[in-house]
C-alpha cells in the first residue's frame, strides 16, 4: 500500500494539535476521535498517491487435457522478443534434446503431437529428426499465430504407446512454399520436397559422400564444387510472378570463381529468371541477380567459412516485370532496389536447380541446407524470425517441465484492484509466480481507480501454495500469498 506526504502531514499536525491543547489545559480528544481523523485525513490522501494496487485474491482453474489417450505433455513459449512481427501460419523449429521423451514417448516418435495453448487444437507438424536413445527432436510445427507483443504458448503431447504417427508434414507448409528442402537423406537418392507440390531434387555428380550430419539444422549436403547439383524439374507450381529464396549455407573456399546456390535458367541463358550465388572472383559477395539487375552485399559480412542464412525477394505486378528485388543476410535487409526492371522472373522452362547453375555451370562449394522456395515475397518479418528461430532454437523457444495426466494442472486466475489515483495499463504488469515471471491475459487493457481486473496465467501449474506478485510500470508491487484450492 502506498502512503504520501500528506498522511506524513496528518499524523504530525493531528500530534500538535494534542500537545497544544494539553498545555492550553483544553481536554484531549477520545483516542477513537483522533484515529477518526487521522483516518479521514488519510482517505483524502489516497487523491495524490499517483500509483498503488492491491492483489485481493487467487483462484485456480483445471486446464483441460487435449486427448485422454496422451499420459503427459509439456508447455512451448515462443519469446515474443525474438518475433519481428505478427505472424500466421509460421513453421517454428523445435529443436530439443529431453530425456523425458526419451522415456515416455514411442522409439519412432509417432505419438509426438503439439497442439495450441486452449488444447483444443491439433497442430501440423513434420518431425525431421527423433533420436529415442537420447531424446533428441528436431520439427517443424505449423502455429496459426505467432504474437511479437506478447509470448506465444503452444503444447507439447507425447506417451501414447499404440497411435499411429501424428505427423502432416505436408501442412507444416503454407500454399505458398513450392520447395522445402531439409538435405537431411542418406545416400545418393532422391531429395524430398516436403511441400504438397512434390518439387524433389534428383541429384546429378552425387557420388555418396555428399550428406552430412553436421547440418545448420539436422542433415545436409556438402558439394564438392565440382559437379554436383540438385534439379528440382520445371513444374508449373514454381515462381512465376513473385519468388523469395531462402538457404543456409557454409563455404569450403572463399576465393573460388563463383559458387551457384540457387539458379532458374530461362529461355535466354544470358539472361536468367533469377539467381542467388557467391562471387569469390570478386569481392566475396552474395549475388542475388533477377534479369541483370545485381544486388549484392559488402564482402566484409562474408568473408568467412561460418554459417549463414541468405533470403532474397523479387516481385512484379504485371507483365513477369520485376518491380523490386530485396536481399537478406542472417536476417537482416542488405540491399533493395525498387521500379521496374524489364527482366522477367519466370525461370521455364530449363527448371529449378541447387548447387549449380544450368548444366551444372558455377557449381557451389560447400555445405547447404534448408532450401526454400515460395512463389510470394515473405516480408522482413518473416524472414528475420526465421533467422531468430533456426539460428537459436533454444533462445527462440522455452520449453516447461513434463505434466502428467494423472497431475491436476490449473490455470491462476489472479484479482488485481486499483487503490491508487491513475490509470494502468495492464500490458505494463509483470506477473511472479514464485519469484519467476510468467505470461497471463488480462480482463482488460486499462485498470481504473478503484476498479479491478483479472489476469489469468496462459501456462499451467500444479495445484497448491504459491506466493504471487504483481508489479507496475513504476515498480509498485503488491503480493498474495495463495494457498491452494
Not at 519412432?108 to 501440423?124: E, M
Not at 541429384?203 to 555418396?208: A, I
Not at 568467412?304 to 541468405?310: E, I, P, R, S, Y
Request: hydrophobic share 35%.
Amino acid at each position: 500500500m502506498g502512503f504520501s506526504l500528506v498522511a506524513a502531514a496528518a499524523i504530525i499536525g493531528v500530534s500538535l494539535v494534542l500537545i497544544i491543547e494539553v498545555f492550553s489545559g483544553v481536554l484531549l480528544p477520545a483516542i477513537s476521535e483522533v484515529n477518526d481523523s487521522y483516518s479521514d485525513l488519510k482517505d483524502r490522501a489516497v487523491d495524490v498517491v499517483q500509483t498503488d494496487i492491491n492483489v485481493t485474491g487467487v483462484t485456480e482453474e483445471v486446464a483441460s487435457w487435449w486427448n485422454e489417450n496422451w499420459n503427459y505433455r509439456k508447455s512451448m513459449t515462443i519469446d515474443h522478443n525474438e518475433v519481428a512481427g505478427g505472424l500466421s501460419n509460421f513453421p517454428v523449429l523445435v529443436d530439443i534434446t529431453d530425456t523425458d521423451l526419451r522415456d515416455d514417448a514411442q522409439p519412432d516418435g509417432d505419438d509426438i503431437a503439439f497442439v495450441n495453448s486452449d488444447h483444443t487444437v491439433q497442430y501440423h507438424h513434420e518431425i525431421e529428426l527423433y533420436n529415442s536413445t537420447n531424446g533428441h527432436l528436431v520439427a517443424w510445427v505449423n502455429v496459426t499465430s505467432v504474437s511479437s507483443a506478447s509470448d506465444t504458448v503452444f503444447y507439447m503431447y507425447y506417451g501414447h504407446a499404440t497411435c499411429g504417427s501424428q505427423e502432416n508434414p505436408t501442412g507444416v507448409w503454407d500454399s505458398n512454399y513450392v520447395v522445402v528442402q531439409h538435405l537431411n537423406e542418406t545416400g545418393s537418392g532422391t531429395r524430398n520436397d516436403s511441400t504438397t507440390y512434390g518439387n524433389d531434387g534428383s541429384p546429378s555428380g552425387y557420388d555418396g559422400d555428399e550428406a552430412t550430419t553436421n547440418g545448420k539444422i539436422n542433415g545436409a549436403d556438402d558439394f564438392d564444387g565440382v559437379n554436383d547439383l540438385l534439379d528440382c524439374g520445371n513444374d508449373s507450381s514454381l515462381p512465376a510472378n513473385a519468388v523469395t529464396v531462402e538457404a543456409w549455407f557454409k563455404l569450403n573456399n572463399l576465393t573460388k570463381d563463383k559458387d551457384s546456390i540457387v539458379n532458374s535458367g530461362h529461355n535466354n541463358m544470358a539472361n536468367p529468371g533469377f539467381k542467388l550465388q557467391f562471387r569469390g572472383d570478386v569481392d566475396q559477395e552474395i549475388r542475388w541477380a533477377v534479369g541483370n539487375q545485381r544486388y549484392s552485399i559488402d564482402s566484409s559480412v562474408i568473408a568467412d567459412t561460418n554459417w549463414h542464412h541468405v533470403a532474397a525477394t523479387a516481385w512484379e505486378s504485371s507483365g513477369h516485370l520485376a518491380d523490386a528485388i530485396e536481399l537478406y543476410l542472417d536476417g537482416a535487409l542488405i540491399n533493395s532496389s525498387t521500379g521496374e526492371h524489364g527482366v522477367d522472373i519466370d525461370y521455364e522452362p530449363l527448371g529449378l536447380f541447387i548447387g549449380a547453375d544450368v548444366n551444372n555451370g558455377n557449381p557451389f562449394n560447400g555445405t547447404l541446407d534448408e532450401v526454400r522456395i515460395s512463389n510470394v515475397t515473405r516480408n522482413t518479418s518473416w524472414i528475420n524470425t526465421s533467422y531468430n528461430n533456426q539460428n537459436s532454437p533454444s533462445t527462440f523457444l522455452n520449453r516447461g517441465d513434463e505434466a502428467p495426466k494423472s497431475q491436476q494442472q490449473v490455470y491462476l486466475n489472479i484479482t488485481v484492484k486499483n487503490v491508487g489515483s491513475t490509470s494502468l495499463k495492464t500490458t505494463d504488469f509483470s506477473l511472479l509466480i514464485n519469484g519467476t515471471v510468467y505470461q497471463f491475459t488480462s480482463s482488460a487493457s486499462n485498470l481504473y481507480p478503484e476498479n479491478q481486473v483479472y489476469l489469468t496465467t496462459i501456462t499451467t501449474f500444479d495445484s497448491g501454495s504459491k506466493r504471487v506478485k504483481v508489479i507496475t510500470h513504476n515498480n509498485i508491487a503488491d503480493y498474495y500469498d495463495h494457498t491452494g484450492p
